[in-house]
């Protein structure tokens, strides 16, 4: 890889705004937008997008898109149409997002851009799976009444978020069982020393738990699932978008979900910043940068 690179790093949280830090640090020249106003040495804070054009390399945050076209900025002071940044960048730069949208892949593509996915490679997704599983710790810890030792708690889904979630509950003594689709999931883990039923029966079984911590990005815990949970359990849903728990349902229910969406940014921006950095100096190397 190029010792130094010049590269922007165009909207995001906390993560985005670490990200910048780190490859400061590392001797690349860093340009931040829409990401606030950072203090730290190495750093330029770009009002506008005047220079963009001649980046080697432009990173959008994680997710791209806040919806309705606009690019995903909490930090910002002010909305920026994901369109008005394709338009300044060239086909030839090497450009980055984490979880890109239809919609904005299609914006850069009439624009002949690539955006290259960052969140599609595993080894962020594993390094996400880590400060997800102890964000959902230090929520249980905060709002259940209960100590985790010797609490019932259900984890549902066990791909890599489902999988650390579970062993680090189990760490702090709780009882933990685990509602998968697969059956190779499920004998992984009752391997693991977890309980297991399978994720389309899970009616009728609900009203033991104390946590039930949800991974799954789809409606798995619908009204009918709902309705056998009792009052004081705590529903942690670390599913993005749409969700898994039919929060109207659980509203009209009397029950306590907290969608904790973007977990690593929230609990850990030091660790998610830099998991990116090196995802995205993977990459780099790879397409021989």
């Known amino acids: 890889m190029k010792h130094e690179l010049n590269i922007w790093v165009v909207g995001g949280d906390l993560r985005q705004a670490r990200l910048a830090c780190l490859l400061a640090e590392d001797g690349h020249t860093v340009h931040t937008y829409a990401l606030g106003q950072p203090q730290e040495p190495g750093l330029t804070a770009e009002a506008t997008l005047q220079g963009v054009e001649r980046a080697d390399c432009v990173i959008l945050p994680l997710t791209v898109s806040s919806g309705n076209g606009l690019l995903n900025a909490p ?6 149409p994901l369109a ?4 300044r960048l060239t086909p030839g730069q090497f450009l980055f997002g984490g979880r890109v949208d239809e919609e904005t892949a299609a914006l850069a593509r009439e624009r002949r851009l690539t955006i290259r996915d960052y ?38 889904g066990f791909g890599r978020v489902g999988r650390l979630t579970a062993q680090r509950f189990q760490a702090l003594g709780a009882r933990v069982s685990v509602a998968a689709r697969k059956y190779e999931q499920l004998a992984w883990a009752q391997a693991m ?15 033991g738990y104390d946590l039930i911590v949800n991974t799954v990005p789809a409606r798995v ?61 993977n990459m780099l190397r790879e397409i021989g940068m």
């Open 221 to 281: 815990l619908g009204r009918e699932e709902l309705e056998d949970v009792k009052p004081d359990c705590l529903i942690l849903d670390l599913a993005s978008k749409p969700g898994g728990v039919d929060l109207g349902a659980a509203g009209e229910l009397g029950l306590t979900v907290i969608w904790a969406l973007s977990l690593p940014g929230k609990v850990a921006p030091v660790t998610a910043g830099a998991a990116i950095r090196d995802t995205i100096y």
């Open 193 to 207: 020393g977890f309980g297991g039923e399978h994720l389309a029966r899970l009616t009728g079984w609900l009203c």
């Open 84 to 87: 008005a940044i394709l338009d």
């Open 119 to 156: 969140f599609a490679r595993e080894e962020l997704a594993v390094a996400n799976a880590v400060p997800t599983a102890e964000g959902a710790v230090q929520l249980a810890m905060e709002h259940l009444p209960i100590t985790i030792h010797l609490s019932k708690v259900l984890v549902v």
């Open 75 to 80: 930090l910002a002071v002010s909305d920026t």
